[in-house]
């Protein structure tokens, strides 16, 4: 049994959040705090249309396992203060800061034992807290070991192989249409009109762009602070992701100075559930809306699991006949 608590965390902008501390007597639990992949996401990783629900599952395994938790609505979503659109990196590193500051300074937590975990963009900024905030563990979920201008060009050059890969009538009015071309065009005009710009928010035909959060990423390359990352480290992707390189699990491995294990899933995308699809881009983004009406992958969180409890015994000195967890 966990005690569920909404929070404030204070800050730039006050956040609301669900701090989830285990029942049990005369214990400190380490504690997991949950940094957010990229989009305007809520404490439980949803969206609009997109009800991914990963930290409110992933949270549910924290706290089977006796780990406390803290999950936040993003600036300018959910109950949280803000405006989503102009926040920029650094405004996303400060806010997870701040949760982890604030959930330690609870009684029941123990603030020598704190771990990191990051979905997708979470996976970046992860290092980033932990530069300005040691932590002693680190969970890294589809991430990357480059900056994400370099994802975001090998994605599109995937989307645009995957396109010139159409056979038939459509791979035809594909070509005929140069919509490869058309794509980098639009890519190379927003991405001017972004440097041209100071404010933090601009209109580009008509769409609203985090002009700012955009801008920012060009200065953050993520391979410099997995440098100094000297905690064990645990990092999993799926062989379905699309959007990250698989490969990159072997460079956080090379890159961090702790103990790294890594996993790959078979089958597992980006919104860490497993498809039965082939490989293609196109037909793996169009499945992922589908795929979120299951829940997480089980095996995702078995290896979660595994390693919270070798963490754990190497870490944390817990009688946990005091421990009350079902």
Request: glycine fraction near 6%.
């Amino acid at each position: 049994m966990s005690n569920e608590v909404e929070v404030t965390i204070p800050g730039e902008f006050p956040l609301a959040a669900t701090l989830i501390i285990p029942e049990g007597r005369n214990v400190k639990y380490p504690l997991i705090v949950m940094v957010h992949g990229s989009g305007p996401t809520d404490r439980d990783s949803n969206a609009k249309g997109m009800p991914m629900n990963i930290f409110k599952e992933l949270s549910e395994v924290a706290a089977k396992e006796g780990f406390a938790s803290i999950r936040y609505d993003k600036r300018g979503v959910g109950a949280s203060k803000g405006d989503f659109y102009e926040t920029g990196v650094q405004d996303l590193i400060d806010d997870a800061e701040a949760a982890l500051e604030f959930a330690k300074r609870h009684p029941k937590i123990d603030k020598e034992n704190v771990i990191l975990l990051g979905h997708s963009e979470g996976s970046i900024l992860a290092p980033f807290v932990n530069e300005k905030v040691p932590v002693d563990g680190m969970i890294l979920l589809a991430g990357t070991a480059e900056p994400l201008a370099e994802t975001l060009t090998w994605q599109r050059e995937a989307i645009m192989n995957d396109l010139r890969a159409v056979k038939g009538f459509q791979g035809w009015l594909l070509r005929l249409l140069k919509v490869d071309k058309k794509i980098t065009k639009i890519n190379d005009e927003l991405t001017k009109a972004l440097l041209a710009s100071d404010d933090p928010v601009i209109k580009y035909k008509g769409k609203k762009i985090n002009a700012k959060w955009n801008r920012e990423h060009i200065h953050f390359d993520v391979s410099q602070p997995l440098q100094k990352v000297t905690c064990p480290v645990l990092a999993i992707t799926g062989t379905k992701d699309v959007n990250v390189k698989v490969s990159d699990l072997a460079k956080i491995k090379t890159l961090v100075q702790g103990e790294c294990e890594t996993h790959i899933i078979q089958d597992m995308t980006h919104m860490l559930r497993k498809i039965d699809s082939e490989y293609s881009i196109s037909k793996i983004l169009n499945h992922n809306k589908k795929s979120l009406k299951q829940p997480v992958d089980d095996e995702l969180k078995d290896k979660i699991s595994n390693w919270l409890r070798t963490w754990k015994c190497r870490t944390v000195s817990i009688d946990k006949s005091e421990i009350l967890v079902k």
